[in-house]
């Protein structure tokens, strides 16, 4: 048995009472009336509208009994104040209808935000804002491209293995990883991503006193601390003042394309709407003096 049914079921068997006290030239077949409160009904739909999915048996004749003394007493409530209040105390028609715009307006700027937020932005779109603000995407520091690996204390690194860390040749890359994943306590490449250097030297809680000078002289980081030795390989590194990859840049672009739709979106709101309107005759003002 669906809710549909059950419900129905509830309001057969526990209201008819009700259903019978009800004028008949207020019936419906379809939704027909539960209570009245003076000239207000309560129908059938409004009960099925409000009722709770997951609710069965007892649970179920408990929610519809208290459902219509909710709304009989709400009901009541109105009317006394309505007897008790003045004219102007009960002109509040435009209040009602400004929330109703503003509530109207609220989801579905809602809905177009969250449609923004979840669209796939594709790789051309991220090449052709990239190119368009390229000069917006300058480096302010050094980054790079790195193998980040940490020894305990006491592990001889040897030379050559040293050296073979920032090869991307085949047989260097063997030779070091066996090395590697033999003694070392991590070893992580970063799936070759670009790195703020800043940010990887704090995490080896070193210091290089003129960084752009030491990446155009060097290939490899040592800095030992708490009994480990952090090596830093240095792949591929780009220094401040240079365009920013656009890899490393594109979760921004990402951010921006998605800011610009929503200026987009307000400014339709405010202007391509109004526009629209207005040549096709959807509006019009009529001045007193004309």
């Given at each position: 048995m669906n809710r549909h049914e059950i419900l129905y079921m509830l309001f057969t068997f526990i209201l008819l009472g009700a259903v019978t006290a009800c004028n008949n030239k207020n019936a419906e077949p379809n939704d027909p009336v539960i209570a009245i409160v003076?000239?207000?009904?309560?129908?059938y739909s409004q009960l099925q509208d409000d009722f709770p999915q997951m609710i069965t048996g007892n649970d179920s004749i408990e929610f519809v009994n208290d459902y219509i003394n909710k709304w009989i007493k709400q009901?009541?409530?109105?009317?006394?104040?309505?007897?008790?209040?003045?004219?102007?105390q009960l002109k509040i028609e435009k209040e009602i209808e400004k929330y109703r715009q503003e509530l109207i307006i609220f989801h579905y700027k809602k809905k177009r935000y969250s449609e923004i937020l979840n669209r796939q932005i594709t790789d051309e779109e991220i090449q052709d804002f990239y190119q368009q603000n390229i000069d917006k995407y300058i480096l302010s520091e050094p980054i790079v491209q790195v193998s980040y690996i940490i020894f305990p204390v006491g592990v001889?690194?040897?030379?050559?293995?040293?050296?073979s860390l920032?090869?991307?040749?085949?047989?260097?890359?063997?030779?070091?990883e066996e090395f590697v994943?033999?003694?070392a306590k991590?070893?992580?490449?970063?799936?070759?991503?670009?790195?703020?250097?800043?940010?990887?030297?704090?995490?080896?809680n070193t210091k290089l006193p003129n960084p752009e000078a030491y990446l155009k002289q060097h290939k490899l980081i040592e800095a030992?601390?708490?009994d480990e030795q952090h090596l830093i390989a240095i792949k591929k590194y780009m220094l401040p003042g240079q365009h920013a990859p656009i890899e490393f840049v594109t979760p921004q672009i990402k951010g921006s394309i998605i800011n610009h739709?929503?200026?987009?979106?307000?400014?339709?709101?405010?202007d391509s709407l109004y526009n629209d309107a207005l040549k096709y005759n959807k509006f019009r003002v009529y001045n007193k003096n004309s």
């Open positions: 003076m000239d207000k009904n309560l129908r009901e009541l409530l109105v009317a006394e104040a309505e007897k008790k209040l003045t004219s102007e001889n690194v040897p030379d050559d293995v040293k050296k920032t090869s991307n040749r085949e047989k260097d890359i063997q030779k070091y994943y033999g003694f991590k070893y992580d490449n970063f799936n070759n991503k670009w790195l703020y250097l800043n940010n990887l030297l704090q995490q080896a030992e601390n708490n739709e929503k200026l987009d979106f307000l400014r339709e709101i405010k």
